[in-house]
């Protein structure tokens, strides 16, 4: 796998967003191209490479060799200081052949060094590229329109993106001409890179290559639905000594991530897909971009406030996508066994969570908010900011006192549960989710051995809160179909019940939090 040193490199830090085209638009998309002075064409055929292990893909990173026209280029790319960037180290070679000699004195030595295994190739992609290089205002924009495939051993994903790229000037352009896209052309904001992708398929294909003939199809099957599964969230490990500029911006990606991925797969699930899963995943990740928010105000600079009321605003309207699937697929089911006479079930609105996942409303305001995330100071540069320089306080200890508070907000007023409207008990759950998140924001600074059994009696009480608004949410309903519908009095009297129960499980469980070993 290794070749004569090539004297040929290029390292640059490229900037750039990429969208996905939906079907509707391709080929205005590929028109409004063709239309500018001087696009060109190019078919790219690359191979990537990784250990058995994955240990580029699990450091986010990878290695590649493209065929650019006649040109083989060996390149490498890692994450970069900020959610748009990535830093990109090109070598010319004069075949398909690996030279890891290149990287000596780059950012990409420390992970070859320490390579697990023997790379190999893992998979290809070949695609058909529409290029064209605009003026903006203060930039310099190549425009990339990819058309084509990626390819692993039993396993093929479609490409159909365009990407956007400065290659000079002002950054913050960038953000503009997306924004402008993605309204003329309803298109989608997807995180994922051709290499992640890749390396999915790649994974689903050992899976599959592991399978008696007689397993093929069901593994298969199985491997196919996981590369759509939702995305949850992922472990974030916020250093106990982290400022709040660091913990904002660690927190938010981390969030900003698990919505974007999950609101690109509802934008481009088929028609009757189930995205249930995925729509409430998006709402857990604004949830928890919310009250990582809430945690750190007044203590770091937070997004300008219409960003913030947008949050509020796409956390609502997706709730009701999510209300009608719990209506559906928990609520009747449950009265259908308890024994609830024949009762129509609503019309799920085809399309409602992917129309609001790809609006150009909603597809702006992630755009606005990875412009923001990109504005912050560099990781590594904040990272240098903790308590006694430059006059930071690390986040931890001032979070803690505000979780206290949090905490005894909620002991106070689950105490007087059975006193509460019902909106006021809505905001108790709101508050229990709330605190259940900062408390995972802030995990490094408390000792394991107290915060697990508060977390695991924290979510007990939020699942049972989440119950209570579940079905306060389908007691409206059946109450409005119960005047014409005699058979819906059935599903409220079950209702009335449950919730008569689940309030004595309330006041049980609110005691019982008060009762645990505290997490300070």
């Known amino acids: 796998m290794m070749g004569a040193s090539s004297t040929s490199r290029t390292l640059m830090v490229e900037q750039e967003i990429k ?3 939906p079907p509707a638009a391709r080929e205005a998309v590929k028109a409004r191209l063709t239309k500018l002075p001087g696009p060109r064409r190019v078919r790219l055929r690359a191979m990537y490479f990784d250990t058995p292990s994955r240990w580029l893909a699990r450091h986010l990173a ?3 060799l493209r065929l650019e026209g006649r040109q083989w280029v060996q390149t490498f790319k890692m994450a970069g200081a900020d959610s748009v960037s990535r830093i990109e180290l090109n070598h010319r070679r004069p075949g398909p052949e690996l030279d890891l000699s290149v990287y000596a004195g780059t950012p990409a030595e420390p992970l070859f060094a320490a390579l697990d295994g023997e790379l190999a190739l893992r998979y290809e992609t070949d695609v058909m590229r529409l290029v064209r290089q605009v003026r903006v205002r203060r930039a310099n924009i190549e425009i990339a329109y990819d058309v084509g495939a990626v390819r692993a051993p039993g396993f093929e994903a479609q490409i159909n993106e365009i990407e956007f790229e400065r290659t000079a000037g002002w950054v913050d352009a960038l953000f503009g001409v997306a924004i402008d896209w993605v309204k003329e052309h309803g298109l989608v904001l997807d995180a994922r890179s051709k290499a992640e992708r890749g390396d999915a398929l790649a994974r689903a294909g050992t899976v599959l290559a592991q399978a008696l003939p007689e397993d093929e199809a069901r593994v298969r ?5 996981q590369l759509d599964a939702p995305v949850g969230a992922a472990k974030l490990d916020l250093p106990a000594d982290a400022t709040p500029a660091l913990a904002l911006q ?12 999950n609101a690109a797969l509802i934008a481009m699930a088929p028609a009757g897909a189930d995205m249930a899963e995925h729509v409430h995943q998006l709402r857990v990740g604004v949830r928890r971009l919310r009250s990582g928010w809430r945690l750190l105000r007044g203590w770091t600079t937070l ?12 956390f609502q309207a997706f709730g009701a996508a999510r209300d009608t699937d719990v209506l559906l697929d928990t609520v009747f089911p449950t009265l259908e066994q308890a024994g609830m006479p024949p009762l129509a079930r609503p019309v799920r609105a085809e399309g409602d969570a992917a129309g609001m996942a790809a ?16 504005s912050l100071p560099a990781r590594s540069a904040v990272s240098q900011a903790v308590a006694g320089n430059d006059g930071a306080e690390p986040y931890a200890p001032l979070a803690v006192a505000r979780l206290r508070k949090w905490h005894r907000a909620v002991l106070r007023d689950g105490a007087r549960y059975r006193e509460l409207d019902e909106h006021a008990r809505h905001a108790l759950r709101k508050d229990v989710k709330r605190l259940r998140y900062g408390l995972g924001f802030a995990r490094a600074y408390f000792e394991s051995a107290r915060l697990k059994p508060y977390l695991k009696r924290l979510s007990t009480l939020q699942d049972v809160l989440g119950e209570v608004n579940d079905l306060a949410v389908a007691r409206g309903y059946f109450l409005q179909r119960a005047h014409a519908e005699p058979a819906a009095w059935f599903a409220v009297g079950w209702i009335a019940a449950r919730l008569s129960a689940l309030e004595s499980e309330t006041v049980r469980e609110v005691e019982a939090l008060g009762k645990t070993r505290k997490f300070w």
């Open 221 to 225: 099957a199985a491997q196919r639905a």
């Open 303 to 314: 997004p300008e406030p219409a960003l913030q009321e947008d949050a509020r605003r796409f």
């Open 250 to 261: 660690m927190l938010s990606q981390s969030a900003f991530d698990q919505i974007v991925r």
């Open 359 to 374: 609006s150009h409303a909603f597809q702006t305001w992630l755009i606005e908010l990875l412009r923001w995330l990109a």
């Open 19 to 21: 969208l996905y085209v």
């Open 62 to 64: 990878a290695i590649r």
